[in-house]
């Protein structure tokens, strides 16, 4: 046993496994701990080349382990082999990671396969931004640049080109729209600049997506973008009005009554974890000594104390939340 423990320990022998062509082990070792092991063996993958070391490669696409995903699809990037578009596009469409999504239109874009362009511009609209600008800088780098309008805002967006989008002739409000529900909130704030910059009354309808962003960065750049698009001033409170709030100050007050001093962490004020610490230190002392030194007080006594204090922070907890601004 001592010695298989002290094989498992070794360093890999990248060199020896090139040597003896051992793809299967050179490709296992793209997941190894040590990032130096990964890039010899994905360089010794690279320099083997051949139709065999394409299909080991191809073969490991669907392997469970993301990092082992993201090695394959680098070397294959490298290799530049037509053979792996098909598994690439597959990645690019059902990975579940968006470090392997993006990976993957990268290699696509080094390996510039006309087949996968119609695959690549659909991808445009994939819900992560990084795996977007890898799709941009793929169809940049093969001059598949989309010729639609609508293609061409999303190619736009994708690439972070956001001013260049009211340079186009009559750009469609659509793609901005359907950015407005991305999960990055510095993208919802640039489709809704751009959406007041194009003074375009089809973006009305997106008025009250964005009022009622929980993002306050989004919302004001909605405040000044909307009324250049013809949108009445009186619409844009009732609409903030409607927003989802960041923090539920309802939350709060429930959070300080059972265990004082985490609704004020959840509101993100720094000493709200101090507090509750004390107060469940002190509830614990309470519980420890007083059977000790005062045994003529009620079991249950702690809790009194502990409650009582809840009930002071949870009157502080609402007369702090209502000097606080509504926007």
């Known amino acids: 046993m001592f010695p298989q423990l002290l094989s498992i320990r070794r360093t890999p022998d990248v060199g020896r496994l090139e040597r003896k062509r051992d793809v299967d082990a050179l490709v296992r070792l793209l997941a190894h701990r040590d990032l130096t092991i990964q890039w010899r063996a ?20 669907d392997h469970p382990d993301r990092k082992m995903r993201i090695g394959v699809v680098e070397v294959l990037s490298d290799i530049r082999d037509i053979q792996a578009v098909p598994g690439l596009l597959l990645l690019l469409s059902r990975d579940e990671s968006n470090e392997v999504r993006w990976a993957s239109a990268i290699a696509l874009g080094e390996i510039g396969d006309e087949a996968a362009r119609t695959r690549l511009v659909n991808a445009l609209k994939d819900p992560d931004k990084y795996v977007r600008y890898g799709v941009a800088l793929a169809l940049e780098k093969n001059g598949w640049i989309p010729a639609d309008p609508e293609g061409q ?36 704030a640039h489709a809704v600049k751009i959406l007041g910059e194009l003074h375009d009354p089809d973006a009305k309808e997106a008025c009250d997506i964005v009022l009622r962003d929980i993002i306050g960065s989004v919302r004001w750049e909605a405040l000044k973008a909307f009324p250049r698009c013809n949108i009445p001033l009186m619409h844009l409170p009732g ?33 709200g974890f101090l507090l509750f610490q004390i107060n469940f230190t002190t509830l614990m002392t309470l519980f420890l000594l007083l059977p000790v030194y005062a045994p003529s007080l009620p079991p249950y006594f702690p809790f009194i104390f502990w409650f009582s204090i809840s009930s002071l922070v949870v009157v502080h907890t609402r007369l702090y939340l209502r000097g606080l601004p509504d926007l």
Not at 160 to 183: C, E, M, S, T
Not at 251 to 262: D, E, H, Q, R, W
């Open 239 to 271: 609409g903030l009005a409607r927003r989802r709030r960041e923090k539920d100050p309802n939350g709060a007050m429930i959070l300080n009554f059972l265990f004082p001093g985490l609704g004020y962490s959840y509101l993100e004020i720094w000493w």
């Open 153 to 188: 805002v999303y190619f736009l967006a994708a690439a972070q080109r956001w001013a260049d989008i009211p340079g186009l002739d009559i750009p469609p409000v659509a793609p901005l729209i359907h950015h407005l529900h991305d999960y990055d909130p510095a993208v919802r």
């Open 42 to 61: 994905a360089s010794a993958l690279e320099r083997l080349g051949g139709d065999l070391t394409t299909k080991k490669l191809i073969g490991a696409l």
